[in-house]
């Protein structure tokens, strides 16, 4: 099983990379464009990061509670929304294969670019369809399956990512419907292109 990465210590630089820009735009453009976002929603993000993608969704819905496993992510997060007045943003700091979730109910559960960092998927998919309204929506980007080129290094990682049919069949035996998945976005490394798919069901 490979071994946790230290995001506490990749944080700082975390932003300095323009394609991690450009990929938290695209997912946020194909969030927006596939799903009904309401300023009456409250939203959970899990594996927030430093907010590249929460503080883009911040401004369409009512209130979001960001989650990460790095407290120095969540640190830089908490600087970002300090700079901009953002303060619809909690930045909560947990450990998604010990603690407990936070109660919802919530319009809308997102995700990106977290899942290969799971462990075991289904498990948490279940739980997160009881945190949401009824009618309510996942939304999870991630790489497509891929050869396991994509990292460099590999610590953390335990998917080469996930196809389309794989994304669709977890979330339905997780008791999701409307099941659906588009690329949101592709990023180039070399001469190399891994496409990035979101998932999209409603409970």
Request: aromatic share 6%; proline share 5%; net charge negative.
């Amino acid at each position: 099983m490979p071994a946790r990465r230290d995001f506490d210590s990749a944080a700082a630089a975390w932003d300095e990379k323009p394609q991690r820009i450009r990929l938290a735009e695209d997912i946020f453009t194909a969030m927006a464009a596939h799903l009904p976002l309401s300023h009456e929603w409250d939203v959970m993000e899990l594996g927030c990061g430093t907010g590249l993608v929460t503080l883009r969704l911040a401004p369409q819905v009512a209130g979001i509670v960001a989650l990460d496993g790095s407290q120095a992510m969540l640190d830089r997060l908490e600087e970002k929304t300090k700079e901009t007045g953002q303060d619809n943003i909690r930045a909560v700091h947990i450990d998604l294969e010990r603690d407990e979730l936070p109660q919802g109910p919530f319009h809308l559960v997102a995700a990106a670019m977290l899942l290969h960092h799971i462990p075991d998927v289904a498990p948490l998919l279940g739980s997160l369809r009881g945190l949401l309204h009824p009618g309510g929506w996942i939304a999870l980007a991630d790489l497509a399956a891929e050869d396991g080129s994509f990292h460099d290094d590999s610590t953390g990682v335990f998917h080469h990512g996930f196809s389309a049919e794989r994304m669709s069949e977890l979330l339905t035996e997780a008791g999701f419907s409307s099941v659906s998945v588009v690329k949101a976005s592709e990023i180039t490394k070399g001469e190399r292109r891994y496409p990035v798919l979101l998932t999209l069901g409603r409970r």
